[in-house]
């Protein structure tokens, strides 16, 4: 999977799962080529997530709800996840 499709792929089952106002995913896996613990294929996001659905919640369960729809491409295709909500 190429970062354009694992992008579009992550946007539409957040979307799908949590009412947002705006959603924008980077790519940061630049800043990680480097590392020891980098491997090809694995991707290193950042989220920056609208959501007063979110805004209800913890930092902690926000993240955990995430994490939960995402479960499969972390698994697979996310080394790293930064999430930031407003």
Not at 7 to 36: C, G, R
Not at 41 to 62: A, D, N, Q, T, Y
Request: charged share 35%.
């Amino acid at each position: 999977m190429d970062i354009n499709q694992l992008i579009l792929l992550v946007k539409n089952k957040i979307e799908k799962n949590i009412a947002v106002q705006n959603i924008d995913i980077k790519d940061k896996t630049y800043l990680h080529i480097k590392h020891k613990s980098h491997k090809h294929g694995k991707f290193h996001l950042e989220l920056i997530v609208k959501s007063e659905e979110l805004s209800k919640f913890s930092k902690i369960e926000r993240t955990k709800k995430i994490y939960k729809i995402l479960d499969e491409e972390m698994k697979k295709y996310i080394h790293s996840i930064q999430i930031l909500i407003s």
